[in-house]
């Protein structure tokens, strides 16, 4: 690319950088940038055990009532909810580490905290805890979401020295 293209680039770059933060989006990074993450996979299998076991209770429920039949209400009830347990199956949860900044998938979806606005991150067994400025804590567990946390704590203890973050173990 010419030097002139690059400076338009990132000059684009900037401006819609600037317009995605008030909206409380994202950056758009080059993929130079993108090589400093690091990105850890869970799966999330709690929720699907508990959405199928919910399934097993209603039918159970609706087959004691003797004067029920099986219409297309209950088949669409009990088809929604195995969809409903397969997304949050196949949906991994997962946290990234950037340059300055920890991105993870929330039930609302992707959230970015930047450095200057997390207060502490606390390593307990089987547990890391993101705490920011405002707002509830990030959780992540070894038992809930199969995160690797040894792997995870040595990269935020890293995060957390090079941004002065309270690290707490």
Request: charged share 25%; net charge positive; proline share 3%.
């Amino acid at each position: 690319m010419s030097r002139s293209w690059e400076r338009k680039v990132r000059k684009n770059t900037a401006i819609v950088n600037k317009a995605r933060k008030k909206a409380g989006t994202g950056k758009l990074v080059m993929n130079v940038e993108k090589k400093n993450e690091i990105r850890f996979t869970g799966r999330n299998y709690i929720l699907p055990v508990v959405l199928v076991l919910f399934i097993g209770m209603y039918n159970f429920l609706m087959l004691m009532d003797p004067n029920f039949k099986f219409d297309t209400m209950y088949w669409l009830t009990i088809v929604s909810y195995f969809l409903l347990a397969s997304l949050f199956y196949f949906r991994k949860p997962y946290l990234t580490i950037g340059k300055d900044y920890v991105q993870s998938r929330r039930m609302m979806g992707d959230k970015q905290l930047f450095a200057a606005a997390i207060k502490e991150i606390k390593i307990q067994s089987g547990y890391v805890i993101i705490v920011p400025n405002h707002g509830s804590s990030w959780t992540y567990s070894r038992l809930f979401n199969r995160f690797p946390l040894q792997d995870i704590s040595v990269e935020l203890k890293k995060f957390a020295e090079k941004h002065n973050i309270t690290f707490t173990e």
